[in-house]
């Protein structure tokens, strides 16, 4: 039996295709550099067109922001692992029989840091999402208060991979979670994370979902 997708179900029409396709384009920018440079010109033109085409048809932030939450399950906006986002790394997480959440990934040049490898921020932004929705999961709604990262390893741009992260328990108000980042065998990034729940009034009000009458 497969086991069952946390994240966004990736589509292969709409606005899901239209961030692929602008990843692609990142990456080709990001691995071309300076050869562009001879048809720089009329790449920027063209670009600048498309841009006008799509941002035309764009409802004001307000309206976005209010749309975006209003859509039921895994956040499709998110920018580790949002399939609308095109800033974000094709991250999928899946539930294992355990509880525990697995997922592989690969990011490109865009994402590096030091020469031919992730950028450690990167990497941060990867657990934080995943110990994030291990806690979903497990039924606790938290946002991030604290997180405890170890680069342990670097980690090679065009590797595969792996994605670990588990919950580990509620304390009153905060929840907390665990995981890593590893390449084969090899551990590179360990994280433990510290989550206050959104139930809590403060935090509620401080991140509550627009309305429509916001939009």
């Avoid at 691995?31 to 409802?59: E, F, H, S």
């Avoid at 499709?76 to 999928?92: C, I, K, W, Y």
Wanted: net charge neutral.
């Amino acid at each position: 039996m497969e086991a069952p997708l946390a994240t966004a179900q990736p589509r292969d029409t709409g606005i899901d295709a239209v961030a692929s396709a602008t990843r692609r384009l990142i990456d080709a920018i990001t691995r071309a550099g300076a050869a562009v440079d001879a048809d720089a010109n009329r790449i920027v033109a063209d670009l600048d067109a498309l841009t006008a085409r799509i941002d035309a048809q764009a409802p004001d932030l307000s309206e976005r922001i209010a749309t975006m939450w209003r859509q039921p399950g895994p956040g499709r906006f998110d920018p580790a692992g949002g399939t609308e986002n095109p800033l974000s790394p094709p991250v999928a997480l899946w539930v294992q029989p355990d509880g525990s959440l697995r997922g592989e990934v690969t990011l490109r040049l865009a994402f590096q840091g030091p020469p031919g490898h992730v950028h450690g921020g990167t990497s941060a932004m990867l657990m934080d999402h995943a110990l994030g929705i291990a806690n979903a999961r497990a039924g606790y709604a938290a946002v991030t208060v604290g997180l405890d990262i170890s680069f342990r390893a670097a980690i090679p741009i065009g590797s595969t991979i792996t994605i670990l992260a588990r919950h580990d328990g509620r304390d009153g108000r905060k929840v907390r979670s665990s995981g890593e980042l590893r390449v084969g065998d090899l551990t590179c990034v360990t994280a433990t994370g510290t989550f206050v729940l959104m139930d809590d009034p403060s935090t509620r009000e401080k991140f509550r979902r627009p309305s429509r009458e916001q939009a």
